[in-house]
């Protein structure tokens, strides 16, 4: 059976949970705002959006956020007390989805790219261009690569960590930090599940299950934090605490 055409995407709809963030948070949301520029020269007739979702912040996150939605009207802010990642991100979706509702007139959930990241993590300048053209290709989702950040990392770890996570195309692994969705996908789906960790992989079961298209790609990848407190249980930063509980103690001198 010949898999119907989808739809050029039309919107991209960048969603970002963040939870006492404001060590990253303005590299991130600079990332992005770098990457919105680039897909408006690329793809002029694309409009996109990005909406910050604060989960319970008790520090300085909001104040960044909201100075960049007053500079760029493209960043959104909502506040929320989910204590989830699964649920800030469905949360910020349906803003985004709403939004885009009253602007338009009308639902177009086919048209509607919805590309996820972290609030912790830094998007290449040609992140959105890329999975646009790749979405326009047939991709109901693209499984973006990452890199943890060598800065914020023992190097011993990050060693390990990318012998076990090589740099290549059709890899196997799902983060959310970089993770983009058709969102007529993503409502068929049953969008990302409401939990603390692991939602994105959830998500992606899901699809792969219901038959949508889903492309891995390294040509995208994203510099994330190699902080090892996570904030999310069982979340990046606790793989890679897990990484480093693992390997020999050094040898005595």
């Not at 059976?1 to 995407?9: A, E, H, L, N």
Request: glycine residues 10%; proline residues 6%; aromatic residues 4%.
């Amino acid at each position: 059976m010949t898999r119907p055409q989808q739809p050029s995407i039309r919107n991209v709809a960048v969603v970002i949970p963040a939870h006492n963030e404001e060590q990253r948070l303005g590299r991130a949301l600079t990332g992005l705002r770098t990457a919105l520029d680039a897909l408006g020269r690329e793809h002029p007739g694309v409009g996109a959006s990005v909406t910050v979702v604060l989960d319970n912040c008790t520090d300085g996150s909001a104040a960044i956020s909201a100075a960049f939605g007053a500079n760029d009207p493209r960043f959104h802010n909502v506040t929320v007390k989910l204590r989830s990642t699964g649920a800030s991100r469905d949360c910020g979706v349906k803003e985004a989805l709403n939004r885009l509702q009253l602007q338009n007139g009308e639902r177009a959930e086919a048209t509607v790219w919805l590309a996820n990241t972290d609030a912790d993590s830094t998007v290449p300048g040609h992140w959105l261009v890329r999975q646009v053209d790749l979405a326009n290709a047939g991709a109901d989702a693209v499984l973006g690569s990452v890199e943890p950040d060598p800065t914020d990392v023992d190097p011993v770890v990050l060693g390990r960590w990318l012998e076990l996570h090589p740099f290549r195309e059709d890899h196997s692994h799902i983060y959310g930090a970089n993770l983009g969705i058709r969102a007529s996908a993503y409502l068929a789906a049953g969008g990302f599940p409401l939990l603390r960790s692991h939602e994105d992989r959830g998500l992606v079961e899901r699809l792969r299950r219901q038959g949508f298209m889903v492309t891995s790609t390294d040509t995208i990848r994203v510099v994330t934090s190699g902080r090892t407190h996570s904030r999310a249980p069982e979340g990046f930063g606790s793989y890679l605490r897990a990484l480093g509980a693992e390997l020999p103690a050094p040898a005595s001198g």
